[in-house]
């Protein structure tokens, strides 16, 4: 087994395309299949599953790539550290799955300010709750961010648990509702529940899970009156439809008007209700220096 043969494996298994992996590993197709079976071999696994559709990965080859990353992971640490005495050198890789968190997104980009140098491989997802767990417990990212709370906290520790990852809290929060700052709720000092009954509810798309566990809005429709809801998959429609529907979401009410725009304000919501939020990663990992420097910076925006 290789590191090369692990890179090759890595690849596929982004790509779901044997074409597609091969031009992003630079090497011949044959090359790549023949290495990959040569693993599969050597390991006694059959990693991938081939058929006139492409190939997808087997239920013991997601656990073996999960390892696969870790070693690659680890490999690149020890790059960084040693050659050049000790400079970075080569391509930087990291990734963060997160929900739809501005500040989230401030601290990733003061890690590519930090560390990007000449050239660099960095991955931010905004994605689904339940890809964030997914993504983390098999590596393709270091660090995921979401929340807790009273009511979806039983399922999503039990979840994490499950993937054997750690939760580590950095801020809980009084609910907030999001709105466009023309929106006639925006007089208002704080928000009644009573008082959102006839503008639409934006949340986020949870795909398959989408179950009020996974949502990223700690409260649904049926806690409060709401004849009108919009499911979106990105933070900039929901933004866009804040502005020209008059909707509104529920959130920390943690904002960024360097990275939103000032059109979007945040208002406490009248409710007893808290959030906390968090970071999760694969449990007894020793994290890279660009992850401890990312839990960091997450710490610092999250507090202003």
């Known amino acids: 087994m290789t590191l090369q043969q692990l890179k090759y494996a890595v690849a596929v298994a982004d790509t779901h395309n044997i074409t597609e992996a091969s031009r992003r590993v630079f090497v011949s197709q044959p090359s790549l299949t023949a290495a990959i079976r040569e693993l599969e071999a050597e390991m006694g696994i059959t990693i991938f599953s081939r058929s006139n559709k492409g190939v997808s990965v087997t239920n013991e080859g997601d656990e073996f790539l999960s ?78 961010v979401l929340y807790l709370s009273n009511r979806n906290e039983n399922v999503i520790t039990k979840l994490i648990k499950k993937n054997n990852l750690t939760f580590e809290p950095l801020f809980t929060a009084p609910l907030h509702i999001f709105i466009s700052k023309k929106n006639l709720l925006a007089k208002k ?4 529940l009573s008082d959102l009954a006839t503008f639409p509810y934006l949340t986020y798309e949870q795909g398959d899970f989408n179950s009020f566990y ?38 920390s009410g943690i904002i960024s008007h360097e990275l939103n725009g000032p059109e979007i304000i945040s208002r406490p919501l009248d409710c007893k209700e808290h959030m906390t939020v968090g970071y999760i990663t694969r449990k007894a990992m020793n994290l890279s220096r660009y992850a401890t420097a990312y839990i960091e910076a997450l710490k610092k925006h999250s507090n202003t």
């Open 214 to 251: 996974y949502a990223e809005e700690p409260l649904t429709e049926i806690d409060f009156e709401c004849s009108k809801s919009i499911q979106v998959r990105d933070r900039a429609t929901l933004f866009n439809l804040l502005i020209g529907l008059d909707g509104f979401t529920i959130c």
């Open 189 to 192: 000092k704080k928000i009644k």
């Open 67 to 144: 390892y696969a990353r870790q070693v690659l992971e680890q490999a690149t640490l020890l790059e960084d550290r040693f050659k050049s005495d000790g400079a970075a050198s080569g391509n930087t890789i990291f990734s963060v799955s997160c929900q739809h968190y501005s500040f989230a997104v401030n601290a990733f980009v003061d890690v590519i300010r930090m560390f990007g140098g000449n050239e660099y491989n960095f991955t931010l997802r905004e994605t689904q709750t339940h890809e964030i767990i997914e993504d983390v417990a098999h590596l393709k990212s270091e660090i995921g």
